[in-house]
């Protein structure tokens, strides 16, 4: 049982927290294959290739068995193979292959011709292929929206089609600018430092006896340096959503994310790109095969259902285990930038400034980093704060550089390409 369940572990990035009942007994040399990523015509269509290891699922990986998906616990093992997509009329693009994943050029295929997958493990060689598929036309957004709560941000999305299928796969990719959590316009500069331009010398005074001998404090009356960055989370959750119940074929405003008031990604400006596509009947029957296995089991420890096979198939040995489901279909996109004035929804966490304070030396009783101790506190990576007085002394209270550094919550300062100032 324990193998199983980390086998369902290692499948939940699929489909954001999916699990799949796999009930076949593995010995050392047998392998689970998965294969993902759907045709994208008038795209591109990235194939994502994985293989689970009993002898990795016993927690005997290493550095060279590094987890293929975002967030993947580590069970995966990344396939070296080629990818093709096949046309009933002939047509055969290759793609571009890198170590476990393969990007394939399909901008050009025509909507009206049927279309399948052909990959080439080629490590095992073996052959695996997809069934036929028919292309599912393109649906309309019609608008991204939010809706600003007391405590949350739901961006809402309204879309429909033509009405040939009542099936929906979205994906969102997003990005954000963010600040550090603090800054501020003291620059310090060692003994023997150059002046910066426009700075000017507070501390210690310019007709101190002390000069430059500790090095001299300056305020420059800008931000510190990388305080505004960037970040983003590429191909997030995927979530397959249903007309079938409405009289038309029409999604107005459905909620696909939900961020918290605490969220970073909505402090300052929020960009969420939507991916929407018609998938066929067969393809959402699967995926709420896993979905629903997901929510019915409970805990790790529940009898996990059963769920249909995918349309996969491992051509050398037919009666072996494949998961995963490549639909065909056109992909439609939309953006929308959400900003914190606008929305006016972000606080900062709770105790966000004590554990600040928590970082710094000078503060309270300490009154301050001695002129003697800058040097010493510069090489331990605190750098000069924020001004403190009592009575007529003011001093200077220091903290870690990483405070003022958005670069160490995970971003860079590199803007993306058409950010909006």
Known sequence: ?????????????????????FEAELTGDQYTVVIEGDIMVGGTTTVNFTRLNPEVLEGKQNEQTKALYPGDPGWGIPVSFTAQVEGE???????????????????????????????????????????????QGGPVIDSLSYKAAEDHLDVRVTFHSDGTTPYYCLAQDEEWEYHANTT??????????????????IFPSMDSHYKDTYGRIFDVRGNYPNYTCWDSTIKGVTTIITTGAMESNKMVDYVYRTLDQHDRRISVMYHSIVSLRMISKESYAYWESIESASTQT????????????????????????????????????????????????????????????????????????????MAQRYAQGYRPWMMDAVGDNPFYVWILEGCMDCRTLGGTVVKPKDWPE
């Not at 501020?184 to 010398?201: A, N, S, V």
């Open 1 to 21: 049982m324990k193998k199983q369940l980390i086998i369902l572990a290692a499948l939940l990035p699929l489909l954001g927290g999916c699990v799949y009942d």
């Open 89 to 135: 009329d002939g047509t055969l693009v290759e793609g571009e292959a890198s170590w476990g994943s393969c990007s394939i050029d399909t901008r050009f295929l025509r909507p009206d011709v049927r279309y399948r997958l052909r990959v080439h493990d080629l490590e095992q060689n073996h052959h695996y292929v997809s069934s036929w598929e028919t292309v």
């Open 184 to 201: 501020t316009t003291f620059r310090y500069i060692p003994r023997g430092g150059k002046e910066p331009e426009e700075g000017i010398q």
């Open 298 to 373: 409970g805990d790790l420890f529940s009898p996990i259902p059963s769920i249909l096979r995918g349309n996969i198939v491992n051509e050398d040995n037919p009666a072996a285990q494949v998961i995963g489901y490549i639909g065909v279909s056109e992909l439609v996109t939309k953006d929308i930038f959400i900003k914190h004035q606008d929305a006016r929804v972000y606080k900062q966490p709770s105790g966000f400034y004590d554990n600040l304070m928590k970082a710094t030396i000078g503060s309270g009783d300490e009154m301050g980093v001695k002129i003697f101790e």
